[in-house]
């Protein structure tokens, strides 16, 4: 099996690798000034690496149901001094945004990964990713994120999740991405009900047995909690056990705020199901 290709960097995909989530949102970090916030959100990328995080994904718009919109000048301010000072300290840096703009500041910047919940699909988004080694990951998402758990509707969803991600996949390679550096992600929770998510989740070798390696991030999601009952706040173990089942079921990447719980729970599953080696 070849290494994911990530920017400079190689993933090995002998193992799952794991995701670590920083979001610098001003909710996220305290506004004790500008700098105050990068420091802080610094320092906890280098705890997500320390801890066991291969890459770590740094969003500067909130796609939560709900969240008021942000403009593309102030993401681009937002991510570029984490994404800026993270690739002088040698961190992966992966950037979870829609925008092509956003985009194209941060791959100047050195970001190894763009982590797009719209799959390329803003104009010049496709062109941009053909003039750089960085890796993409390509979401499934049904609407938009402020109205897309309204009424999502599907026939049959697991079929219409992976064509919609091949079809796409397809495109970017047509573009000029090359296979070694997509990466394939069905979006839990982006115009998904809990049927649909289970259905999704139960089902994921549909999507793991093909060419491409599959990212999943169901940590501390709203699913999770209507399963078990727990709060936001309170979402850690089924987090992990969502984490499991998915690594289990074939998927290779987990987008995850809970870094080092996940790492233990993958150690057990890499000396039971893994090689010796990675
Ligand atoms: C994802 O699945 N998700 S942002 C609501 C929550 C907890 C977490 C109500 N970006 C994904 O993490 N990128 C986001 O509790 C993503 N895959 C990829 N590739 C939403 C999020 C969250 C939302």
New binding site residues.
Partial sequence: MTDFQCGSYRLPRGRPCVMG?LNVTPDSFSDGGHHAGTDQAVAHAEQMILEGADIV?V?GE???PGALPVSVVEEISRVVPVVRALVRKNIPVSV?TRHRDVMDAVLQEGASMI?D?QALQEPGALSLLAGYEAAI?L?HMQGEPGTMQRNPLYGDVVSEVWAFLHARARIAEQSGIGRSRILL?P????GKTLDHNLALLRTLETGTRGDYPV????????FL?HLTGQG?GDRLVPSVAAALVAVSRGVWML?V?DVAPTCQALKIWQAVNGGTDS
Avoid: Y
């Avoid at 979006?187 to 982006?190: A, C, E, M, V």
């Fill in positions: 989530i994904d969003g909130s796609t939560r979870d982590n919940i990951c979401m992600d979006g839990f929770g982006f990212l999943v991030g169901m940590s501390r999601k709203s909690g936001t987008r705020h």
